[in-house]
C-alpha cells in the first residue's frame, strides 16, 4: 500500500513570510496527525484530525498556525506569519482510527528553513 | 504532563555487539509503548509497539520489554551491524491517541 504522502520535502523562506505544507494518509486512514521536530528533539504533536473534526490542538500556536483536512481526506498546515524558531521538520502520520493500540506511519517530512 | 527521557542521547559500538536503548517515562498510565527509528533526513519506521497488558515485543534482532510500573522500556538488538546506525525514537501513547515523545538515541555501529 502507498504511503502517507507530503510535500513539499523542502522549504526556505523569510520571516514573517508564510508557508503550507500538504499530507496525503494512507488510504482508508481516518485519523491524521501533524508533528513539528526541533533538530536533536523528537516529534512534538501540533494537531491530531478523527476524519475532519479535531480531537488535539493543544499544542498548535494558533496565533500563527492553522490546519484543517477538508474531506476528511488530505491535509494542510500552514503557518503566518513564519518565525525563526518555525525551522523544524514537519511531520504527518496516520492510523487506521484514533484507537490508541493503533500504529502510526509516518511520513519522509517537509523540512522548514526560515532565515 | 507526561515526559519520556532516552539514555544515552548517544551510542556507538562495533558491529556485532548487543546493545540496550533506554527509554523512561512519568506517567505510568499509558496505552502503549512504540519504538521508532528514523534515518537522517527521513520519516519515522515504527519497529515494535507494545501494548500496555504486555511485557515484551520481539521482530527479528530486536526485542522491546516494558515494566509499566516503573516507567520504564528497553529496546534491545542483537548482533548490530552497520545498516543499525540511525536515531531510535520511543514514544509513549495515552488516551485519545495523543503520544509523546521522547527526543531520541543517536546509533552508530562501525564496521
Known amino acids: 500500500e502507498a504511503g502517507v504522502a507530503q510535500s513539499p520535502r523542502y522549504k526556505i523562506i523569510e520571516k514573517r513570510q508564510s508557508v503550507a505544507f500538504w499530507c496525503n494518509p494512507i488510504?482508508?486512514?481516518?485519523?491524521l496527525y501533524w508533528y513539528q521536530q526541533i533538530l536533536g528533539q523528537g516529534p512534538k504533536l501540533l494537531i491530531q484530525?478523527?476524519?475532519?473534526?479535531?480531537?488535539?490542538d493543544s499544542q498548535l500556536p494558533k496565533d500563527r498556525f492553522s490546519a484543517e483536512r477538508l474531506k476528511g481526506v488530505d491535509s494542510t498546515l500552514k503557518i503566518q506569519p513564519a518565525k525563526l524558531e518555525d525551522s523544524a521538520v514537519y511531520l504527518c502520520a496516520s492510523s487506521l482510527t484514533h484507537i490508541s493500540q493503533e500504529t502510526q506511519y509516518f511520513g519522509p517530512g517537509t523540512r522548514l528553513l526560515v532565515l | 504532563k507526561q515526559e519520556v527521557t532516552q539514555i544515552p542521547a548517544a551510542l556507538s559500538v562495533p558491529e556485532g555487539e548487543n546493545l540496550v536503548l533506554n527509554c523512561s517515562f512519568t506517567?505510568?498510565?499509558?496505552?502503549?509503548l512504540q519504538w521508532f527509528r528514523q534515518d537522517p533526513g527521513k520519516g519515522l519506521t515504527s519497529l515494535l509497539l507494545?501494548?500496555?497488558?504486555?511485557r515484551e515485543q520481539t521482530s527479528g534482532r530486536l526485542n522491546a520489554s516494558l515494566d509499566k510500573s516503573s516507567g520504564r522500556s528497553t529496546l534491545y538488538i542483537a548482533a548490530s551491524q552497520p545498516g543499525d546506525s540511525a536515531t531510535y525514537l520511543c514514544?509513549?501513547?495515552?488516551?485519545?491517541?495523543?503520544?509523546?515523545f521522547g527526543d531520541g538515541t543517536t546509533l552508530t555501529v562501525k564496521p
Open positions: 507494545i501494548q500496555s497488558s504486555q
Open positions: 484530525f478523527q476524519n475532519n473534526g479535531v480531537v488535539d
Open positions: 506517567d505510568s498510565a499509558i496505552y502503549n
Open positions: 514514544a509513549v501513547r495515552a488516551n485519545a491517541g495523543k503520544s509523546t
Open positions: 488510504s482508508g486512514h481516518a485519523t
